[in-house]
């Protein structure tokens, strides 16, 4: 089952589409976005010189931080009359990025996002029980059109109220959930403690994203809901979630590539990568009117793969994204990633799917403390676990971080709303 008929055009056809559509989003960007024709003009670039997405390289990116310079709505193509809403993305450093829609663009992403929802095999009756924060991130209203625009259900109950959240699954059955797979493992707790076991309920799909999620953090949520986990991606800057998703094959994430154009670059040279070697993933809009957006510069690691999926999607997948360029963690000239450290913690079955890192500066040493979380029923030996756990962290991690902490079960703090913060970087405080 598809969406719409588009999933499954030949690549020909896509790309005849993407072309029209990169040179009305080129055009739109030029003349309507001052950025856009500095950037143009100091590159001896005119719009006819993109005729077709295989032009796109010859444009630099766009970052950030020409977000950030552009604070608030210096990047919007269009007056603020004929923006309906805007949103803002949720970084935690300095201004967020404030995006805007017009009516249009409004209908392309709730396009996108129901095109994800049949992807992950929602059906019109079912009931998607949205539990993304509504407002200015842009998860809940962003889920939440979708799941009107495929005529489903949508109970817009929003992050927290976890409570709430497990008595509205058994009251109205809900078929769906969408939320960060950080939450989804909390929803599981909090029933738990209810004395509700989330696998007897109807509940059978999770749709997550916002976060990084490892294979095993993705099947410790299936087991723990008795649910299949469907990852959802996308950004702010380029729509908010339903850039791409997964289908029921679980085999990577299609992109809507009519509506946004994937490159992988190396994240240090910024030249592209072969097909299959991972790199930093850069988009283009082609379907946006109020923010059209260049080659974006994601942050976010991934692989792209062409071959047609068994679903019979023709659209590109990329790879689950588990970490971001800017996630590395460089200590004492070793770098580690944090999904390294959460796939060393999910195989434990001594330990709760919960960590947390913290980095100090010790004169000029930097220090590495890694905490994890002892399972309720644990009554094992403690030293013992602790010289197996840090034993793995040092094989996985090519160095043994200086201090392992494990805590009773419960306490690590959990994010009830938004998104889990696992690394906390002391050292320059
Ligand atoms: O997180 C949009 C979203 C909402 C996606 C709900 C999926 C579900 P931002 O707040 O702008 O937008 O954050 C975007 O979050 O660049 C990634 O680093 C990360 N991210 C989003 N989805 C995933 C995912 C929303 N499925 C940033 N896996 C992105 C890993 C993700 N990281």
Redesign the pocket.
């Given at each position: 089952m598809v969406f719409d008929s588009t999933e499954t055009a030949s690549r020909e056809e896509l790309r005849e589409v993407q072309d029209g559509r990169l040179r009305e989003t080129v055009r739109n960007a030029y003349e309507n976005v001052e950025f856009y024709r500095e950037t143009f003009d100091a590159a001896g670039l005119s719009p006819a010189d993109i005729e077709s997405v295989e032009d796109l390289s010859k444009l630099p990116f766009t970052t950030k931080e020409d977000f950030r310079d552009h604070y608030p709505t210096g990047m919007f193509a269009v007056d603020m009359d004929d923006v309906i809403r805007v949103h803002a993305?949720?970084g935690t450093t300095g201004k967020p990025k404030i995006v805007g829609y017009t009516r249009e663009d409004l209908d392309v992403w709730s396009k996108a996002v129901a095109r994800c929802l049949v992807a992950a095999g929602v059906g019109s009756d079912d009931v998607v029980q949205n539990a993304?924060g509504y407002g200015l991130?842009?998860?809940g209203l962003?889920?939440h059109q979708g799941v009107e625009e495929l005529g489903a259900t949508v109970i817009p109950i929003g992050g927290g109220n976890t409570q709430r959240q497990v008595e509205l699954l058994s009251d109205l059955g809900s078929d769906v959930i969408?939320c960060?797979p950080s939450y989804a493992l909390y929803l599981a707790e909090v029933a738990d403690d209810m004395g509700t076991d989330i696998r007897d309920l109807p509940l059978r799909t999770v749709i997550?994203?916002?976060?990084?999620?490892t294979e095993p953090m993705r099947n410790e949520i299936e087991e723990r809901l008795g649910v299949t986990g469907i990852?959802?991606?996308?950004?702010?800057?380029i729509v908010?979630?339903g850039v791409s998703v997964e289908c029921e094959a679980q085999d990577g994430?299609h992109i809507w590539e009519d509506y946004f154009y994937p490159e992988v670059v190396d994240p240090n040279t910024g030249d592209p990568v072969e097909e299959g070697e991972e790199g930093e993933l850069v988009l283009t809009t082609l379907a946006k009117d109020a923010l059209p957006v260049l080659r974006y510069r994601?942050?976010?690691l991934t692989t792209l793969d062409y071959d047609t999926c068994e679903c019979g999607r023709t659209c590109v997948r990329m790879d689950?994204?588990?970490g971001?360029s800017d996630d590395l963690i460089i200590v004492r000239g070793v770098n580690f990633y944090p999904s390294e450290v959460e796939s060393v913690v999910l195989e434990f079955d001594e330990i709760a799917p919960h960590y947390r890192i913290d980095l100090r500066r010790e004169g000029s040493l930097d220090r590495v403390e890694i905490t994890v979380e002892l399972v309720e029923e644990f009554g094992g030996s403690l030293s013992d676990l602790e010289g197996r756990i840090q034993k793995r962290l040092s094989n996985v991690l090519s160095f043994t971080p200086d201090e392992l902490h494990l805590v009773e079960y419960g306490d690590i703090a959990r994010t009830e709303v938004g998104?889990v913060q696992r690394v906390y970087d002391h050292r320059g405080q």
């Amino acid at each position: 089952m598809v969406f719409d008929s588009t999933e499954t055009a030949s690549r020909e056809e896509l790309r005849e589409v993407q072309d029209g559509r990169l040179r009305e989003t080129v055009r739109n960007a030029y003349e309507n976005v001052e950025f856009y024709r500095e950037t143009f003009d100091a590159a001896g670039l005119s719009p006819a010189d993109i005729e077709s997405v295989e032009d796109l390289s010859k444009l630099p990116f766009t970052t950030k931080e020409d977000f950030r310079d552009h604070y608030p709505t210096g990047m919007f193509a269009v007056d603020m009359d004929d923006v309906i809403r805007v949103h803002a993305s949720s970084g935690t450093t300095g201004k967020p990025k404030i995006v805007g829609y017009t009516r249009e663009d409004l209908d392309v992403w709730s396009k996108a996002v129901a095109r994800c929802l049949v992807a992950a095999g929602v059906g019109s009756d079912d009931v998607v029980q949205n539990a993304y924060g509504y407002g200015l991130f842009t998860g809940g209203l962003g889920l939440h059109q979708g799941v009107e625009e495929l005529g489903a259900t949508v109970i817009p109950i929003g992050g927290g109220n976890t409570q709430r959240q497990v008595e509205l699954l058994s009251d109205l059955g809900s078929d769906v959930i969408a939320c960060t797979p950080s939450y989804a493992l909390y929803l599981a707790e909090v029933a738990d403690d209810m004395g509700t076991d989330i696998r007897d309920l109807p509940l059978r799909t999770v749709i997550f994203g916002a976060e990084p999620c490892t294979e095993p953090m993705r099947n410790e949520i299936e087991e723990r809901l008795g649910v299949t986990g469907i990852d959802i991606y996308g950004l702010s800057e380029i729509v908010g979630p339903g850039v791409s998703v997964e289908c029921e094959a679980q085999d990577g994430l299609h992109i809507w590539e009519d509506y946004f154009y994937p490159e992988v670059v190396d994240p240090n040279t910024g030249d592209p990568v072969e097909e299959g070697e991972e790199g930093e993933l850069v988009l283009t809009t082609l379907a946006k009117d109020a923010l059209p957006v260049l080659r974006y510069r994601t942050g976010d690691l991934t692989t792209l793969d062409y071959d047609t999926c068994e679903c019979g999607r023709t659209c590109v997948r990329m790879d689950n994204i588990t970490g971001r360029s800017d996630d590395l963690i460089i200590v004492r000239g070793v770098n580690f990633y944090p999904s390294e450290v959460e796939s060393v913690v999910l195989e434990f079955d001594e330990i709760a799917p919960h960590y947390r890192i913290d980095l100090r500066r010790e004169g000029s040493l930097d220090r590495v403390e890694i905490t994890v979380e002892l399972v309720e029923e644990f009554g094992g030996s403690l030293s013992d676990l602790e010289g197996r756990i840090q034993k793995r962290l040092s094989n996985v991690l090519s160095f043994t971080p200086d201090e392992l902490h494990l805590v009773e079960y419960g306490d690590i703090a959990r994010t009830e709303v938004g998104k889990v913060q696992r690394v906390y970087d002391h050292r320059g405080q």
